[in-house]
Each structure stands twice: as C-alpha cells, then as structure tokens.
C-alpha cells in the first residue's frame, strides 16, 4: 500500500491554480481546498523536501508548508467516500461504478476514481469536454496524450470515433485505465505507457493533450507530426497568463486557432493543421 505524505501550504485564492498546477509537476496526487490552506498529497517514495522549496520559492512561499508522513491507510479509499459525479454541459455524465445511473444523459463515462488527475473533476479536463462537443468525431482517429483514467478516450468512442489511441507517462494511471475500459465497453481504444517515443507512427484526425503547459510545449512539435492536414489539436492545462506562449509556439507550428475557452484562471485552445 502507498505511503503518502502529506503537505500544508498557506495560500491565497489567487494563487491556488498556479500553485496547484507547479504541484501537479512535481508529482501531487490530490489536493483538498481548505479556503486558506491548501493541503496536497505525494506518494512518500515522491516526495522530496528541497524540490518543494524550490518551487514555492519561485513565489516567495518556501518557508510557509509544513508536512508529515500519514498514517498507513487506503487513501483511494478514503478519497472515493468524498468522490462526487459531475455533469457537463448537460450532455455528459461522469460517474463511479457506486454512483446512481441517469437516463437521459446523452454520454455516460464510468470512472473507477482513484487519486489521479483525469476523473473529470479538474477544470482543464472539463474544458476539453466542451471542445470536444463541438467537433464531429464520427470515425475519426483520435490520439489522447496524457490519458489519465481515459475518460476523454472513452468519450471520443462514445462520440463516434474510430481509433483511439491514449498515452500516459505515468503507469498507474495507465492500468487505472485499463481498469475502466471494462466499464466504457470503448472496444477501439488502445492504451500506452509512455511519452513522445509511445506515439504510433500514423496520423490522427484529432489530438487532445491535456497536461501541464510545460510538458505540452516539449510535445508540441511531436503532436505537430500527428494531426492530418485538416485535423484538429486540443491543448489544455495552462493558466491564462500562459495563453500566449502556447498560442505562439503552436502557430508556429502551422496550427489555426479555432477556438478558446476558458474556466477559472484555466485555458483550452483548439487548432486546425493547415
């Protein structure tokens, strides 16, 4: 069983996405707002203190956490009792296997939660739901990097794609995946362990690559090899004070911007490949 070790930090509101997404980086796994404290938690084999103050010392922050190791205990768990199902713009669902059905939502998406990022519940994952109601995925082929638990593999399917290929860096989330394809019956879905090197070598009709805007921009020029002439490109998990960049590098790169939503201080764009 995981050893987590848990992080307090005094935070302003303001500063809570930013500070959130620098965590996401280093390796946090859950987050729980307590309005003026922000308490993150790592796997203990993760943590490391020196990393941590260098990052909060970017914002004058590097002598404000506290941190203790916590008792051994099933954390997934214990986050699943507080997992609440949400639905977005009235036309997907997301739900645990324990969470009551709803018949007249037009998509369902069953996640097994786990502490990880990609149960839906994050703004950025969100916000690439929305794009992607607007874009016929009617046997497209899709690429999801950073596909977490799969929901927006599983959502690709269920809105008509053929095949979908997800890629996560991170192996628990891949199995966690894996997992929940059993729940989605999403039977075009391949899932992968891996970066950059993991892409197929074939193009895809639709890109979605919602990771940390740092990450993204290492991927831009790889992504940029995938989508066909014509084929969109969905990036999220920025924060609006990094839209330009990301705008920039990805224009650069022969990308049209369709569109941009955003929600909180968090940003999703939509491009077409020239």
């Given at each position: ?81 507080n997992y609440d199902p949400i639905i977005v ?54 690429l999801d990097m950073g596909t977490g638990t ?54 895809f009709d639709i890109v979605l690559s919602n ?64």
């Amino acid at each position: 069983m995981t050893q987590y070790i848990e992080v307090s930090i005094p935070l302003l509101e303001e500063r809570k996405d930013v500070i959130i997404a620098e965590l996401e980086q280093l390796g946090y796994e859950g987050f729980w707002d307590q309005g003026t404290m922000l308490v993150a938690y790592i796997p203990q084999s993760d943590f490391l203190h020196k990393r941590l103050y260098d990052t909060l010392g970017k914002y004058q922050m590097e002598n404000s956490f506290s941190y203790k190791p916590l008792e051994d205990r099933n954390w997934n768990e214990e986050w699943e009792k507080n997992y609440d199902p949400i639905i977005v713009d009235d036309r997907v669902y997301i739900r645990s296997p324990f969470h009551k059905e709803i018949e007249s939502i037009e998509h369902e998406i069953i996640i097994q939660p786990q502490m990880s990022f990609g149960t839906g519940h994050h703004e950025t994952t969100q916000l690439v739901i929305q794009m992607m109601l607007t874009l016929d995925f009617t046997n497209k082929k899709v690429l999801d990097m950073g596909t977490g638990t799969g929901v927006l593999a599983f959502l690709a399917q269920k809105l008509g794609a053929g095949r979908t290929v997800g890629i996560d860096y991170d192996l628990n989330s891949v199995n966690n995946a894996e997992e929940n394809l059993k729940y989605n019956k999403s039977v075009d879905v391949s899932l992968l362990h891996g970066s950059a090197e993991a892409i197929p070598d074939e193009n895809f009709d639709i890109v979605l690559s919602n990771i940390t805007k740092n990450i993204n921009m290492t991927l831009l020029p790889h992504l940029a090899k995938h989508v066909s002439t014509g084929g969109y490109l969905v990036l999220a998990g920025f924060l609006n004070f990094d839209l330009k960049e990301v705008d920039s590098a990805t224009k650069s790169l022969d990308f049209e911007l369709i569109r941009n939503i955003s929600l909180g201080d968090w940003e999703s764009l939509m491009y077409k490949k020239l």
